[in-house]
């Protein structure tokens, strides 16, 4: 049973910093792509950033680039979202997804229209 098992998130002030961890199990076909969407109240869902499985390349959508960064451990088979100098506008349920994805600029667009596997989701809240 494919499972991908988030942690992290929560409050932190504008200009804090969290780091989200996504870990996958149970994958019998190994998936391509591994990273994060996230949805805002009354906003569309957004790529955010993913990494490639066989050459580690990664994409990140234009609002993050520079302050986020996305990272693997493959021996924990596991995907980190470093997120710093976070701003108000970051305030969103984060959620890993995995599958057969493209990571480039397609990766919004396969995530959405692709199966593929969701984490459960996690709150990212920057108030002050």
């Known amino acids: 049973q494919v499972q991908l098992v988030q942690s992290g998130g929560g409050v932190v002030q504008p200009g804090g910093s969290l780091r989200l961890s996504c870990a996958a199990s149970?994958?019998?076909?190994?998936?391509?792509?591994i990273g994060w969407f996230r949805q805002a109240p009354g906003k569309e869902r957004e790529g955010v950033s993913c990494?490639?499985?066989?050459?580690?390349?990664?994409y990140y959508v234009d609002s993050v680039k520079g302050r986020f960064t996305i990272s693997r451990d493959n021996d924990k088979n596991t995907v980190y979202l470093q997120m710093n100098s976070l701003k108000p506008e970051d305030t969103a349920v984060y959620y890993c997804?995995?599958?057969?994805?493209?990571?480039?600029?397609?990766?919004?667009?396969?995530?959405?229209?692709?199966?593929?596997?969701w984490g459960m989701g996690t709150q990212v809240t920057v108030s002050s």
């Open positions: 997804a995995a599958g057969p994805y493209r990571c480039g600029s397609m990766w919004a667009e396969d995530i959405f229209q692709i199966p593929g596997y």
């Open positions: 149970g994958f019998t076909v190994d998936y391509s792509a």
């Open positions: 990494i490639s499985r066989s050459d580690g390349d990664t």
